[in-house]
């Protein structure tokens, strides 16, 4: 006391009165400190009500303005881009998302996926346990350190070697959890996908009839990856902070005093409010360059598909032209991005690591200066090792609460992810259901054709004959090209489909295999096990050279079948091609690209091969001989009709007439016409009438030439 005394003798005037102001002020919070205790809790827990509740409301607004837009849609076209695109935000319906998709990646009290959240939780506790035992002997070191206690600082080092086994042991075990929930996660969310984008044709309707995702590639292998990342390291980044604010800050204030902790946790909170408030919107940002990302990722993809049309055209130019424009606009977002993550991060790291740290050596003070109750010793050893270990303590709380921070910026890509996938869940919900959305053509905003779109038919499966009853054949883009088609189809008569293009032949097909929907009337028609489809360009899967043979079927359903090789071998004898089987060493099993391993003939001939094997009722066959000689296809048609097969046929080839009872025929105005088929006399008026038009091709020529005869 006397060289405190004497201390505060040697100060100026000023100081001294500033000192004694302070003591006074530190005498009067301790005598009232229980008061004051309460009232900063007090008003720390009606603050947190209140924000409770403003959130609550909140969200009830946000919910009721999207309903609003929901019935009120735009009329504009800027105004319909920007209600059709959902903004990114933590809001209801982010969580709402997020939840439906916790219940597919965590579906169950025994699923594999909570055990390993369990066991992530677990080791999230002991590490944090461990690094708060951590802290306390860093404190002890020092202190012995500066007191010059050799023995208890070596025996301090060797607990700190032993202390380290479990530690690094407990890290390694969260980077594997980590690792395999995102595994898990992504296995489930995509074979949850699998199964509804493979499921009753929606992969063939999202491309088709609807037009509100374009790049379902992109969705299903990138997305789904990314959204699973980062989902499994939120929680970490998220669970482990949390846990480590509530731990240290609970052993913080048990040295520097809860009072003094809650306010720098009150200028902690109103600095990140402000750092909040000027966070761009990273989880729009994100999930605009996914989209950007999908769009190049289709465009390339796309010129691939349509490679050998661009290379016919020279239209490499143009092909350059688009996707440079694409990569261009990629990466402009990609930059716009990085600037404001550069000023972003400026601001993150002024406030979090100096600003922060000012107020953490402002709070470790507290035990130096001022007498807290709870505190330890007073001798310079216990003031070292208090500040040491609270010092510690705080860097981890302060680095725990900054991870908080950062780990909105990862909340809000997670939002991004979220919504990409959900709009996906979405949308294949809205086709299973039978709901479409998709530009449709000008017809379609006619009355008459929108009184057609508004209503659905109805498709009854029976064994019998296929028929269709007053049903409009309706385009994907909402053309009506046919508003009523009646006809029937018996088993063995077999139908000839003509017209010109774009008429509804086609479309006829594609009604009939379930791939577009029933505007009206009724369509009677056989399991779809009975009907199989022969395009003009046959679909050659990868895989063996027996299951381009046996495709959709696999070996086992072969096998059930009681089919043999040497069973396939003579139905490829049946169209000349057994000889593929011996080109290749391993035969049956032999793999290839075999669109580009066989010819356009062959490959027509192989679509043959698996209509023989499979044997339907019915056989859909769209100029599926084009490629192939008149030999050939003879041979394939009586083969049909031999196994029994009625077929129904869209083809211009005159030498097919003969093989069908029964010709559709569209006028290409709306019009068609069903009756019996006399292929002899068909054939007797169309050489008829091409004589007739070869002769009146000549007339003009005739009646020129009597013009210069009449005037010479």
Same mark, same amino acid.
């Given at each position: 006391?006397?060289?405190?005394?004497? &201390?505060?003798?040697?100060?100026?005037?000023?100081?001294?009165?500033?000192?004694?102001?302070?003591?006074?002020?530190?005498?009067?919070?301790?005598?009232?400190?229980?008061?004051?205790?309460?009232?900063?809790?007090?008003?720390?827990?009606?603050?947190?009500?209140?924000?409770?509740?403003?959130?609550?409301?909140?969200?009830?607004?946000?919910?009721?303005?999207?309903?609003?837009?929901?019935?009120?849609?735009?009329?504009?076209?800027?105004?319909?881009?920007?209600?059709?695109?959902?903004?990114?935000?933590?809001?209801?319906?982010?969580?709402?998302?997020?939840?439906?998709?916790?219940? +597919?990646? +965590?579906?169950?009290?025994?699923?594999?996926?909570?055990?390993?959240?369990?066991?992530?939780?677990?080791?999230?506790?002991?590490? @944090?346990?461990?690094?708060?035992? /951590?802290?306390?002997?860093?404190?002890?070191?020092?202190?012995?350190?500066?007191?010059?206690?050799?023995?208890?600082?070596?025996?301090?080092?060797?607990?700190?070697?032993?202390?380290?086994?479990?530690?690094?042991?407990?890290?390694?075990?969260?980077?594997?959890?980590?690792?395999?929930?995102?595994?898990?996660?992504?296995?489930?969310? @995509?074979? $949850?996908?699998?199964?509804?984008?493979?499921?009753?044709?929606?992969?063939? @309707?999202?491309?088709?009839?609807?037009?509100?995702?374009?790049?379902?590639?992109?969705?299903?292998?990138?997305?789904?990856?990314?959204?699973?990342?980062?989902?499994?390291?939120?929680?970490?980044?998220?669970?482990?902070?949390?846990?480590?604010?509530?731990?240290?800050?609970?052993?913080?204030?048990?040295? /520097?005093?809860?009072?003094?902790?809650?306010?720098?946790?009150?200028?902690?909170?109103?600095?990140?409010?402000?750092?909040?408030?000027?966070?761009?919107? &990273?989880?729009?940002?994100?999930?605009?360059?996914?989209?950007?990302?999908?769009?190049?990722?289709?465009?390339?993809?796309?010129?691939?598909? $349509?490679?050998?049309?661009?290379?016919?055209?020279?239209?490499?130019?143009?092909?350059?032209?688009?996707?440079?424009?694409?990569?261009?606009?990629?990466?402009?977002?990609?930059?716009?991005?990085?600037?404001?993550?550069?000023?972003?991060?400026?601001?993150?790291?002024?406030?979090?690591?100096?600003?922060?740290?000012?107020?953490?050596?402002?709070?470790?003070?507290?035990?130096?200066?001022?007498?807290?109750?709870?505190?330890?010793?007073?001798?310079?050893?216990?003031?070292?090792?208090?500040?040491?270990?609270?010092?510690? #303590?705080?860097?981890?709380?302060?680095?725990?609460?900054?991870?908080? #921070?950062?780990?909105?910026?990862?909340?809000?890509?997670?939002?991004?992810?979220?919504?990409? /996938?959900?709009?996906?869940?979405?949308?294949?919900?809205?086709?299973?259901?039978?709901?479409?959305?998709?530009?449709?053509?000008?017809?379609?905003?006619?009355?008459?054709?929108?009184?057609?779109?508004?209503?659905?038919?109805?498709?009854?499966?029976?064994?019998?004959?296929?028929?269709?009853?007053?049903?409009?054949?309706?385009?994907?883009?909402?053309?009506?090209?046919?508003?009523?088609?009646?006809?029937? /189809?018996?088993?063995?008569?077999?139908?000839?489909?003509?017209?010109?293009?774009?008429?509804?032949?086609?479309?006829?097909?594609?009604?009939?295999?379930?791939?577009?929907?029933? $505007?009206?009337?009724?369509?009677?028609?056989?399991?779809?096990?009975?009907?199989?489809?022969?395009?003009?360009?046959?679909?050659?899967?990868?895989?063996?050279?027996?299951?381009?043979? +046996?495709?959709?079927?696999?070996?086992?359903?072969?096998?059930?079948?009681?089919? @043999?090789?040497?069973?396939? $071998?003579?139905?490829?004898?049946?169209?000349?091609?057994?000889?593929?089987?011996?080109?290749?060493?391993?035969?049956?099993?032999?793999?290839?690209?075999?669109?580009?391993?066989?010819?356009?003939?062959?490959?027509?001939?192989?679509?043959?091969?698996?209509?023989?094997?499979?044997?339907?009722?019915?056989?859909?066959?769209?100029?599926?001989?084009?490629?192939?000689?008149?030999?050939?296809?003879?041979?394939?048609?009586?083969?049909?009709?031999?196994?029994?097969?009625?077929?129904?046929?869209?083809?211009?080839?005159?030498?097919?007439?003969?093989?069908?009872?029964?010709?559709?025929?569209?006028?290409?105005?709306?019009?068609?016409?069903?009756?019996?088929?006399?292929?002899?006399?068909?054939?007797?008026?169309?050489?008829?009438?091409?004589?007739?038009?070869?002769?009146?091709?000549?007339?003009?020529?005739?009646?020129?030439?009597?013009?210069?005869?009449?005037?010479?």
């Amino acid at each position: 006391m006397a060289a405190q005394s004497k &201390f505060l003798a040697a100060l100026p005037t000023s100081e001294r009165s500033i000192k004694g102001l302070i003591d006074e002020l530190a005498a009067l919070y301790l005598q009232h400190r229980t008061r004051i205790s309460r009232a900063v809790y007090l008003t720390l827990f009606v603050t947190l009500l209140n924000r409770i509740r403003t959130a609550i409301n909140e969200q009830k607004a946000a919910s009721r303005r999207q309903s609003e837009a929901r019935q009120h849609p735009a009329t504009g076209s800027a105004e319909g881009e920007s209600t059709s695109r959902k903004r990114v935000e933590i809001n209801r319906e982010f969580f709402k998302n997020l939840f439906r998709l916790l219940k +597919i990646v +965590i579906p169950g009290w025994k699923s594999k996926e909570l055990r390993l959240l369990i066991g992530h939780s677990i080791f999230l506790v002991i590490r @944090t346990l461990i690094s708060l035992y /951590v802290a306390e002997l860093d404190g002890r070191l020092v202190s012995n350190l500066v007191r010059g206690k050799g023995r208890d600082f070596l025996i301090g080092l060797v607990w700190w070697m032993i202390v380290a086994i479990p530690a690094t042991f407990t890290n390694s075990m969260l980077s594997f959890h980590q690792c395999k929930l995102s595994l898990q996660y992504r296995t489930r969310l @995509t074979n $949850y996908i699998h199964s509804r984008y493979l499921g009753n044709m929606t992969f063939y @309707t999202l491309s088709a009839l609807d037009d509100r995702i374009k790049n379902a590639d992109q969705l299903i292998t990138v997305d789904v990856a990314k959204f699973s990342n980062s989902l499994a390291e939120l929680y970490s980044n998220i669970a482990k902070p949390v846990l480590d604010m509530i731990i240290y800050n609970y052993s913080l204030s048990r040295s /520097v005093g809860g009072e003094g902790l809650f306010f720098m946790s009150l200028l902690v909170q109103l600095s990140a409010n402000v750092m909040r408030a000027l966070t761009p919107p &990273f989880g729009k940002y994100v999930a605009d360059e996914a989209r950007l990302e999908g769009e190049f990722r289709f465009s390339h993809s796309r010129l691939i598909d $349509y490679s050998e049309e661009v290379a016919l055209y020279h239209g490499h130019e143009a092909e350059k032209d688009t996707l440079d424009k694409g990569y261009f606009t990629l990466i402009k977002h990609v930059n716009r991005i990085l600037r404001r993550r550069f000023y972003h991060g400026f601001m993150e790291d002024f406030v979090i690591k100096y600003f922060w740290g000012a107020l953490g050596l402002l709070l470790c003070s507290v035990p130096v200066f001022f007498k807290v109750a709870g505190a330890k010793g007073t001798s310079m050893g216990d003031r070292t090792e208090n500040f040491v270990t609270n010092r510690r #303590m705080l860097l981890m709380s302060s680095d725990a609460f900054g991870r908080v #921070m950062f780990s909105y910026k990862e909340i809000t890509e997670l939002a991004g992810y979220t919504a990409r /996938v959900s709009s996906l869940l979405d949308v294949l919900a809205d086709i299973s259901a039978g709901h479409f959305e998709k530009k449709l053509v000008s017809s379609a905003s006619t009355a008459s054709h929108a009184a057609v779109l508004s209503s659905r038919g109805r498709v009854v499966e029976s064994d019998g004959a296929i028929a269709f009853r007053r049903v409009p054949i309706v385009s994907p883009n909402g053309d009506v090209l046919v508003r009523e088609l009646s006809f029937t /189809v018996a088993p063995g008569a077999h139908l000839l489909i003509v017209g010109p293009n774009g008429c509804g032949k086609s479309s006829l097909f594609r009604i009939l295999g379930g791939l577009w929907p029933v $505007y009206g009337g009724e369509v009677c028609k056989p399991p779809f096990e009975d009907i199989f489809y022969l395009p003009q360009r046959p679909y050659l899967s990868r895989g063996s050279l027996r299951q381009q043979i +046996i495709y959709p079927d696999g070996v086992r359903e072969m096998r059930d079948k009681g089919v @043999t090789d040497g069973d396939l $071998y003579r139905i490829l004898a049946v169209v000349e091609i057994e000889g593929i089987v011996d080109r290749y060493p391993e035969g049956w099993d032999a793999e290839q690209e075999w669109t580009d391993a066989l010819s356009g003939g062959l490959q027509q001939r192989v679509a043959m091969a698996r209509l023989f094997y499979h044997a339907p009722k019915y056989a859909i066959l769209d100029e599926c001989t084009s490629s192939v000689t008149l030999e050939i296809e003879r041979v394939m048609y009586d083969e049909a009709k031999r196994l029994g097969i009625t077929l129904m046929t869209v083809s211009h080839r005159r030498s097919l007439w003969k093989y069908h009872t029964n010709i559709l025929q569209f006028d290409g105005q709306g019009d068609y016409i069903f009756t019996k088929l006399d292929a002899e006399r068909r054939l007797l008026l169309e050489d008829e009438k091409e004589e007739l038009e070869l002769q009146l091709r000549a007339v003009p020529e005739l009646e020129k030439r009597v013009a210069e005869l009449t005037a010479s």
